[in-house]
């Protein structure tokens, strides 16, 4: 189906649009997958961390615990580095440029970004199942992998803003050094790596205060870990948050834009 | 109805397929183009030739819509460049530093294939550009030169009637840079037309209809190549002699004088009449030389930059 659609001549303007979707997203996917410090860092790491602190885990409740915030961390560097290294790299290297000057639609470019990271998010959710379901305690249904896959999806978008703001602002030698000084702490204070109630107390009263701490409760609600506030709450947060950065990743592109000769 | 339309006329110049109109553009307090006025012909080869700084990108940036003109107006087939009918008209050779090195040469002509409505064959542009035998090389493993001829088939991947080719020689050896000059000709011929920005005037020269010499975002002059050379003074004269610069620049039809090395290089419009005043002033002149300006004596004497 899919390769009918890549592979039809005439096309009206809504397959063409869909067609430039398709491709952009596979190669998108290719390039991500080729770029060894990529997609060994993004798959690896939430991997390693599953067999160094998820598998001894006793309790299913403390497996499931893992695997929510395993596939958080793994969401925020598969779209932060996907997304904000890799625009900013295009950019830096006047390719983002060359394409710009193409008739690729706009959208298509930051969308096939987003999902080629969202998959490989979606990757490490279910290798971390996975592997907690078959070598550790954990439980997890269909239904509850499937929230917790849409939870990812839908977590995608601010982290894609993030990742855009971060592209537009830092400079291209330095943004993966930031992201990592910015993303492991942020991760961390989270609840990502371990439950809220073993962090210092000033660093739980701190978090909801990062978009992060409110993905992590949506993907723990899901197992029936996040205690508190309702999940409408979390949504609204990342849903505000969104937006803000899209506002000031648009007003940077638009500044730069000016000067630029 | 038809009796009445007016017949075109014979010399009628190719239909123009982009321009610029009075365009103005500034950054700040700087003014990179100033009311600077550009049509790009069907069939023809316009060169943009000036020195760094003098407009040549910004023009080509707001040809592509990639900015806007604070004044005046851009246009490809009389529309907004930013629009998608006249985006899928133009191709575009863009100096990159680098491209995504993990993908192969037949996945990025296959990608940028994916944004026009009517491109041209894989197999063609792999033909045309000499990338068949390195289509399944990854663009990082590419040597310099065989990086500009993946950038040139995207730029011509999708068939386009404007195609902008921004430095497309550099760093390429004679023989590529040779090949890539046929295929901006057939380019021409096959009724598309070009607009080439380079610092190789030989090229402008061998390939340009007409060459637009610009600095500090206005026109110096437009032209053929030949009217081009042949608006500064049309010869060059080139001795070991006594008199100085200031005897020499009296003489008649002297437009400039220039040392160089252990001679002096003297344009002038009529280097007979010059030849016949200095021989009997200067009796030791040697190594004598009379020939064509170039067309870089053109461009250094039009932008002032010797």
């Known amino acids: 189906m899919i390769q009918a659609v890549l592979t039809a001549e005439a096309r009206t303007p809504g397959a063409a649009r869909l067609h430039a979707a398709l491709m952009e997203l596979k190669y998108e996917f290719i390039r991500l997958m080729r770029t060894r410090a990529y997609s060994l860092s993004v798959l690896g790491f939430p991997l390693m961390f599953y067999l160094l602190f998820g598998i001894g885990q006793r309790s299913s409740a403390a497996a499931q615990y893992v695997i929510a915030g395993y596939s958080c961390f793994g969401l925020g560097s ?78 995608s978008i601010p982290f894609t803003a993030l990742g855009l703001l971060v592209a537009l602002i830092a400079p291209p030698k330095a943004a993966a050094g930031i992201i990592n000084l910015v993303y492991i702490p942020v991760s961390f204070a989270s609840g990502f790596w371990m439950p809220m109630r073993m962090l210092p107390h000033w660093l739980q009263a701190a978090a909801p205060a990062l978009p992060t701490y409110h993905l992590g409760r949506l993907a723990l609600g899901v197992f029936g870990l996040a205690s508190g506030k309702h999940a409408l709450e979390h949504w609204l947060v990342l849903a505000s948050c969104s937006v803000l950065m899209f506002a000031a990743a648009w007003i940077t592109f638009v500044r730069s834009e000016a000067k630029s000769p | ?150 950038l040139f088939a995207l730029a011509i991947c999708g068939d386009p009637e404007v195609v902008f080719l921004d430095e497309p020689t550099v760093g390429l050896d004679i023989q590529t840079r040779r090949q890539v000059w046929s295929e901006v000709r057939a380019l021409a011929a096959a009724g598309k037309a070009v607009l080439l920005t380079t610092h190789y005037l030989e090229e402008a020269d061998a390939l340009a209809h ?73 009796e030791t002149i040697g190594d004598l030389e009379v020939s064509a300006a170039s067309l870089e004596d053109a461009f250094l004497a039009l932008t002032h930059t010797s």
Request: charged share 20%; net charge positive.
């Open chain 1, 78 to 155: 598969a779209c932060l580095f996907g997304i904000g290294l890799g625009i900013a790299f295009e950019r830096a290297q006047g390719w983002l440029e060359l394409k710009w000057a193409s008739p690729m639609p706009r959208l298509v470019y930051l969308a096939a970004k987003m999902a080629a990271s969202a998959t490989f998010a979606l990757i490490v959710m279910g290798l971390l199942i996975g592997l907690g379901v078959t070598a550790g305690r954990a439980h997890v249904s269909l239904a509850q992998a499937a929230e917790l896959a849409g939870i990812l999806l839908v977590g």
């Open chain 2, 210 to 282: 007409r060459i637009v010499l610009i600095e500090r975002g206005r026109v110096v002059r437009a032209g053929t190549p030949h009217e081009i050379k042949h608006s500064i003074a049309a010869r060059r004269i080139r001795c070991r002699t006594r008199l100085t610069a200031a005897v020499l620049r009296e003489l008649p039809t002297v437009t400039g004088v220039e040392a160089d090395r252990d001679g002096v290089v003297i344009f002038a419009h009529e280097p007979e009449q010059v030849l016949r005043e200095m021989l009997p002033l200067d």
């Open chain 2, 1 to 150: 109805m038809s009796a009445t339309a007016p017949a075109i006329p014979a010399a009628a110049p190719p239909a123009p397929l982009a321009r610029l109109r009075e365009v103005t553009k500034r950054y700040g307090q700087l003014a990179a183009l100033d009311r600077f006025s550009l049509t790009l012909r069907r069939g023809e080869v316009t060169a943009l030739l000036g020195p760094n700084g003098a407009g040549k990108t910004t023009a080509v940036r707001l040809l592509l819509g990639l900015t806007r003109p604070d004044a005046g107006a851009a246009e490809v087939l009389g529309r907004d460049p930013r629009s998608s009918a006249a985006r899928t008209a133009i191709g575009a050779m863009l100096q990159v530093a680098n491209a995504p090195d993990t993908l192969s040469v037949r996945e990025q002509i296959e990608l940028f294939r994916s944004y026009y409505p009517r491109p041209l064959a894989t197999a063609e542009l792999l033909n045309r550009t000499g990338l068949a035998a390195l289509e399944r090389q990854r663009f990082g493993t590419l040597s310099g030169g065989q990086k500009q001829r993946v």
